[in-house]
């Protein structure tokens, strides 16, 4: 079976920045994504990005985070920036056959961004 990884997570002062990695195993998705779920809320999407390097961002990151991927690697990153105490959750890697990307799923790492 496959399995996505995360990695990167951690402590930061808003206005900072942060790098999150994810690391897919097993098989190679077309489609991967980042997800993520502050305390009592729903999950939210954040970034898709396809094989050829194509990306998508929802209204509340854009133009602050930037997705990537390595092929090579079968590794996506999420590199953010001007964080806010708003950005602070849990940081879902995902993986699937269309933009929502959202069959398979890592275990998430934990964004804590201080004031």
């Known amino acids: 079976q496959g399995q996505l990884v995360e990695s990167g997570g951690g402590l930061v002062q808003s206005g900072g920045s942060l790098r999150l990695s994810c690391v897919a195993s097993?098989?190679?998705?077309?489609?991967m994504a980042w997800y993520r779920q502050a305390p009592g809320k729903q999950r939210e999407w954040v970034a898709s990005i396809i094989s050829g390097g194509t990306s998508k961002y929802s209204d509340s990151v854009r133009d602050r985070f930037v997705i990537s991927r390595d092929n090579a690697k079968n590794t996506i990153y999420l590199q953010m920036n001007k964080l806010n105490l708003e950005d602070t959750a849990v940081y879902y890697c995902s993986a699937g056959m269309n933009w929502d990307a959202d069959e398979f799923w890592g275990r998430g790492t934990q964004v804590t961004v201080s004031s």
């Open positions: 097993g098989r190679f998705w077309v489609f």
